[in-house]
Structures are given as C-alpha cells and as structure tokens.
C-alpha cells in the first residue's frame, strides 16, 4: 500500500511557530509583516498575524485598484529600511525573510553599512540566483 503524498500550500504558514525563530534564535525585538493591502474577508489573519507578535504594515492602494493587482511589497520593504536609517532610527541588525532578487542591492548596502545579520529564505530552491555567491 502507497503512502499518499501532502501537498503543502506554499503560502500557509505557522505564524507562531515562525515568529517564535527571528524573536528566539536571533534576539529580534520587532518583526515586521509587510502585506499587500487590506481586505475585510481576511480580518482574521490580520489579528492571526498582530497577535503571533508581528508588527503589520500594509501596502496602501487606489481602491478601484485592489483586488486586480498583485500586492507589490518589495519597494515598501526596502524603503522602510532606508528610512529608519536616514533618520537614524535605532535598530541593530536586519534579518529579511525573502528569497527574492530585489532585495539584493539594499543587502549589499546593509552588508556595507554592518547592519545586515542574515537573509531567511523561505525556499531555497526558489531563491533568486543573486544570493548563491
């Protein structure tokens, strides 16, 4: 008799579980969840998060827009981290969870700066080429 195989939905996480590795193995005070933009229905996951200890940013959005649009985070992300530096806002180290390439040239700079501890990747068979070396 076969074993089935599970299927895993690549976007269900344990948020608890999760929030607990930064926040534990790594001493991190604040975790941010950048999230694309607000809907009603999901309510729930937006406390789900808040309440796992994660501080929630959302992208802001045209409404005639939400829904019809991929909700881009990346450039709030980077953005937040320049900012925090610019005004010269206390915080130690960055750890980014993201296999994505477009974050590679603010880890370059956070790397120069000494203010980058570690990159997460949350599939390391699907993490952008840009990070092998």
């Given at each position: 008799m076969?074993t089935?195989?599970?299927?895993?939905?690549?976007?269900?996480?344990?948020?608890?579980?999760?929030?607990?590795?930064?926040?534990?193995?790594?001493?991190?005070?604040?975790?941010?969840?950048?999230l694309g933009?607000?809907?009603?229905?999901n309510?729930?996951?937006?406390?789900?998060?808040?309440?796992?200890?994660?501080?929630?940013?959302?992208?802001?959005?045209?409404?005639?827009?939400?829904?019809?649009?991929?909700?881009?985070?990346?450039?709030?992300?980077?953005?937040?981290?320049?900012?925090?530096?610019?005004?010269?806002?206390?915080?130690?180290?960055?750890?980014?969870?993201?296999?994505?390439?477009?974050?590679?040239?603010a880890?370059?700079?956070?790397?120069?700066?000494?203010?980058?501890?570690?990159?997460?990747f949350?599939?390391?068979?699907?993490?952008?080429?840009?990070?092998?070396?």
């Amino acid at each position: 008799m076969g074993t089935a195989k599970r299927e895993i939905d690549p976007w269900e996480i344990d948020l608890v579980r999760f929030s607990c590795i930064p926040q534990g193995k790594y001493s991190v005070d604040k975790a941010y969840y950048f999230l694309g933009y607000v809907q009603e229905t999901n309510q729930e996951l937006y406390e789900e998060i808040q309440n796992a200890g994660f501080v929630l940013i959302f992208r802001e959005h045209n409404p005639a827009m939400i829904g019809k649009k991929k909700g881009n985070v990346d450039s709030d992300i980077i953005f937040h981290i320049m900012k925090k530096m610019y005004k010269k806002e206390y915080f130690e180290k960055i750890i980014l969870v993201s296999g994505d390439g477009d974050y590679k040239l603010a880890v370059d700079f956070l790397i120069e700066e000494n203010r980058f501890a570690k990159i997460l990747f949350p599939d390391r068979n699907r993490a952008s080429s840009l990070y092998k070396k």
